[in-house]
């Protein structure tokens, strides 16, 4: 069984830092890919950075220069440093990969989602 967990959410005034972090566990080999997504109140789930299997890094319009995706493999975490936070950064966060388990499948997981509230 795997399991994706999500933290470092919070509240925290405009122009601040967040790190979110989202570590796999389980029968965990690695993760090949992964995404983080939000989704604000009324709004649609958005896209916000993914890194792929060769490790590319791309990032939503709204988010490019801001923020930063990881991956450790090491400790089978993915983060997102996020800088110069906005109030319409406001969401609930949630990380989303694709997983190579123990028994050499994959498959995609989703956490549960960590709260940003950016906010004076």
């Known amino acids: 069984q795997v399991r994706l967990v999500e933290s470092g959410g919070g509240l925290v005034q405009p122009g601040g830092s967040l790190r979110l972090s989202c570590v796999a566990s389980g029968n965990v080999f690695a993760i090949k890919a992964a995404d983080w997504y939000r989704q604000a109140p009324g709004k649609e789930r958005e896209l916000v950075a993914s890194i792929s299997v060769r490790s590319e890094l791309t990032y939503g319009e709204s988010v490019k220069g801001r923020f930063t995706m990881f991956r450790d493999s090491n400790t089978n975490t993915v983060s997102l440093q996020m800088n110069s936070l906005k109030p319409e950064d406001t969401a609930v966060y949630l990380c989303?990969?694709?997983?190579?388990?123990?028994?050499?499948?994959?498959?995609?997981?989703w956490g549960q989602g960590t709260q940003v509230t950016v906010s004076s």
């Open positions: 989303h990969a694709q997983i190579v388990t123990t028994q050499f499948a994959t498959s995609d997981y």
